[in-house]
């Protein structure tokens, strides 16, 4: 697993690759959290790299969902494959991280 | 033709290493699409998880993982003699229409079993949890 970010305008992008499971759950939530500033008010998830996720991965993104909106930023995800959008889905996280097709399209909806 | 692996586990998280690789072996063995071997992987590490988390008081204990491929299912079996837990009675339904703030954390391993799985059946046998799952190959 590792964690890339950066910055597109106003917006953050971060880029996880490889897998996410309960053996390196809190190295992603670390490597996330050391990527996000208080400044920042627009994250993109952005999940085409991303081979697998379990329930441990989904909770790191839903304390940094939970963070972000603590400091008014706005956060999305993009391009998941058909297998971590299920994993979403069954979540209920589609409803409350708007899924996007592509970077562009998430960066365009955040504004 | 079907194939059998037999894996004993102790209930440390690194032990989840360990059945990775046995999947992804099997997996690149048979050429399993990848949704498939997600899938079965995503069950092992939920239900193996709640046992090394919840099935036990203290200490390090040893539980029974079978993994069956067969011509149009894989089948998983857990065998503890940990607390009695019957996920079919057990589990309260997890929150899922909430508002991020309000969400709990976590919940959610054992509903991602019940949903990814074709066929779930448990039974308490001479102090044993037997939970059996089944998962389709093809959608």
């Given at each position: ?5 950066r ?6 992008v971060?880029?996880?690759?490889g897998?996410?499971d ?20 627009a ?20 304390l ?6 603590r400091?008014?930023?706005k ?14 889905v ?8 708007p ?11 955040l504004? | 033709m ?15 290493q ?6 992804e ?29 919840y099935g036990y008081?203290?200490?390090?204990h ?9 011509a ?11 607390r009695p837990?019957n996920p ?6 997890p929150v ?7 969400r ?8 991602f ?5 074709d066929?779930?059946?448990?039974r308490r ?15």
């Amino acid at each position: 697993m590792n964690v890339e970010s950066r910055r597109e305008g106003t917006n953050l992008v971060l880029k996880a690759d490889g897998r996410v499971d309960g053996t390196n759950a809190s190295e992603f939530q670390d490597a996330m959290k050391s990527e996000i500033n208080e400044s920042d008010r627009a994250v993109v998830l952005d999940l085409e790299d991303l081979t697998y996720i379990s329930s441990a991965g989904l909770r790191v993104v839903l304390l940094i969902a939970k963070d972000l909106q603590r400091q008014g930023a706005k956060m999305a995800a993009c391009s998941l494959s058909d297998p971590v959008r299920e994993v979403f889905v069954i979540s209920g996280f589609d409803k409350i991280i708007p899924i996007h097709d592509s970077q562009d399209s998430a960066i365009g909806a955040l504004g | 033709m079907s194939s059998r692996i037999d894996l004993k586990v102790e209930t440390r998280h690194e032990e989840l290493q360990r059945i990775f690789a046995t999947v992804e072996e099997l997996a690149e063995e048979e050429d399993w699409p990848p949704a498939l071997t997600f899938k079965t992987n995503l069950v092992l590490e939920e239900f193996g998880l709640n046992i090394m988390n919840y099935g036990y008081d203290e200490g390090i204990h040893t539980f029974d993982v079978s993994l069956t491929s067969g011509a149009d299912t894989i089948t998983i079996e857990f065998v503890d003699d940990g607390r009695p837990f019957n996920p079919l009675e057990d589990v309260k339904a997890p929150v899922l229409d909430s508002e991020i703030q309000d969400r709990p954390i976590g919940g959610l391993g054992i509903h991602f079993v019940m949903e990814l799985t074709d066929d779930f059946q448990y039974r308490r046998e001479n102090s044993r949890n037997h939970s059996i799952m089944t998962i389709r190959k093809s959608d």
